[in-house]
């Protein structure tokens, strides 16, 4: 299968700091997105971006499907951010989605 | 509105016994998938279907068990085989619009959070 590796693991920001998560892929992947897990384990769809870049708010992302990774962005980081950060993608011609283990984001006040 | 909905929230369950989680979505997607999350973990597969009447092992299907009788609708069974049952589960659905373009975006129910005693 496919590996996903995420960095950093961990993230320790002071509010008001910004911060860059990344996703590595060991193959091709189509359908790369990124979720954000709440305190209360539900998972937000942040972006949807097999390729380019898309911003909403103090987010934003960027995709190189070529050398596949992808960045997340947080900029102006509110204890609201808090959380693990999760990025995920389809192989192609295939329907399993493949996980990273996840950055887990501490703002702090 | 369109969504993934699991129930119960929270369960608990005695050693030997089996129990069912539900998944019902109505977004009109064709794949769905069960994830297990394990607390500081990442998602480990279960279960995928990407049709009705057709479902795949995934990564630790071991001691689970699934349906797929109708399209929104994708039933987990937490048997006793499975030893270490205690976990948060999550249901998952995405579009499934071609095997050239892929699943699709991909979207998550609230979880259940399941407890052996």
């Known amino acids: 299968g496919i590996q996903v590796e995420q960095s950093p693991p961990d993230l320790i920001l002071q509010e008001g700091a910004n911060s860059t998560l990344r996703c590595n892929f060991s193959?091709?992947?189509?359908?790369l997105q990124w979720f954000h897990q709440n305190p209360w384990g539900q998972l937000i769809n942040l972006f949807y971006i097999p390729s380019g870049t898309k911003q909403n708010g103090r987010l934003s992302a960027t995709t190189v499907a070529t050398e596949r990774y992808s960045l997340l962005y947080i900029s102006s980081s509110q204890t609201t951010d808090s959380g693990v950060y999760f990025c995920a993608g389809a192989a192609p011609n295939f329907n399993k989605f493949y996980f990273g283990s996840g950055t887990k984001l501490n703002v702090k006040p | 509105d369109g969504g993934i909905t699991q129930s119960p929230k929270y369960l608990f369950r005695k050693e030997g016994q089996n129990v069912t989680l539900s998944c019902e979505q109505n977004?009109?997607?064709?794949?769905m998938y069960w994830y297990r999350q394990d607390p500081g973990q990442g998602l480990r597969l279960i279960y995928y279907?990407?049709?009705?009447?057709?479902?795949q092992k995934g990564d630790i299907a071991e001691g689970y068990s699934v349906s797929r009788e109708k399209k929104e609708s994708f039933p987990l069974t937490v048997t006793s085989a499975q030893k270490n049952p205690t976990a948060f589960y999550l249901c998952a659905s995405s579009i499934k619009s071609s095997y050239v373009l892929g699943a699709g975006e991909l979207f998550f129910g609230e979880g259940s959070r399941l407890t052996v005693l």
């Open positions: 193959d091709s992947v189509n359908n």
């Open positions: 977004l009109n997607h064709d794949a």
């Open positions: 279907s990407q049709i009705v009447n057709d479902f």
